[in-house]
């Protein structure tokens, strides 16, 4: 937001650990002044909510929210903050190419989201729609694949498929032996007794010492319709994952 001009910004954020948390280190990480605004998600509507998102005069709104965020939408167009009048940012939990198609025409247009992960590439669409004609949506697709390809190639090292043996092999396959970037290949030379590194279509791929992914990748995305959001790949910003 702070790149974006924005110096004042209110955070309106759902009251739960998700809400609450990505409010906290959103605020923490704004430069500017900011007010948090937190609302009860199951509320019949959000007019006392927003009357206080505006109150603060805000020049930039980030809404962190699920579902409830079309009814949160309208009530700040009502009250003349909308997307068309200050700056909106979303989250992953609100991002969607179908919630706001019957908000008025083209509100949307400019307003951003955030979305951890990398861009689906062509070529993992097209397996996805070999198995899923219908699938519209790739969040989190390729993260899931290499899940699934780590977890594979973690049980063909410690030649079992119990929980102990694929968590205990999972760190050993990501990092420090020979790269390989697909299952066919980094089987082969698991089987000729190679060390590998599996980097997989989500990039680079390595644990902390919990056991935990240390390098993560977050999106920007960008609606150019109320129904239509775009990425671009210089909006993709990979980094170290903060100690918890």
Same mark, same amino acid.
């Given at each position: ?29 704004? /430069? ?36 409830? /965020? /079309? ?110 970037? /697909? ?62």
């Amino acid at each position: 937001m702070a790149a974006n001009g924005a110096k004042n910004a209110v955070f309106l954020n759902l009251d739960d650990a998700y809400g609450n948390g990505l409010a906290k280190y959103g605020i923490a990480g704004f /430069t500017g002044t900011s007010t948090q605004v937190v609302y009860n998600p199951q509320a019949a509507e959000f007019s006392a909510d927003v009357s206080k998102a505006k109150a603060a005069k805000p020049d930039a709104i980030a809404i962190i929210g699920f579902d409830e /965020t /079309t009814k949160v939408l309208t009530e700040l167009i009502k009250q003349g903050i909308g997307p068309n009048k200050v700056k909106t940012y979303l989250v992953d939990g609100n991002l969607s190419s179908g919630a706001y198609k019957d908000l008025p025409k083209n509100i949307m247009k400019g307003v951003k989201a955030t979305l951890p992960g990398v861009f689906t590439n062509d070529e993992l669409k097209k397996r996805l729609l070999g198995v899923d004609p219908k699938l519209t949506d790739y969040s989190y697709a390729p993260e899931s694949y290499d899940a699934v390809v780590l977890i594979a190639l973690a049980a063909e090292q410690g030649k079992g498929t119990d929980g102990t043996t694929i968590r205990d092999n999972l760190a050993s396959v990501s990092s420090g032996g020979t790269k390989c970037t /697909t299952f066919a290949e980094c089987k082969t030379l698991i089987a000729a007794g190679t060390d590998i590194d599996y980097d997989g279509v989500s990039g680079a791929i390595e644990f902390d010492a919990n056991g935990d992914p240390s390098v993560a990748t977050m999106g920007v995305y960008e609606y150019v319709a109320n129904d239509k959001y775009e990425a671009r790949a210089a909006e993709f910003i990979t980094g170290a994952v903060p100690a918890a």
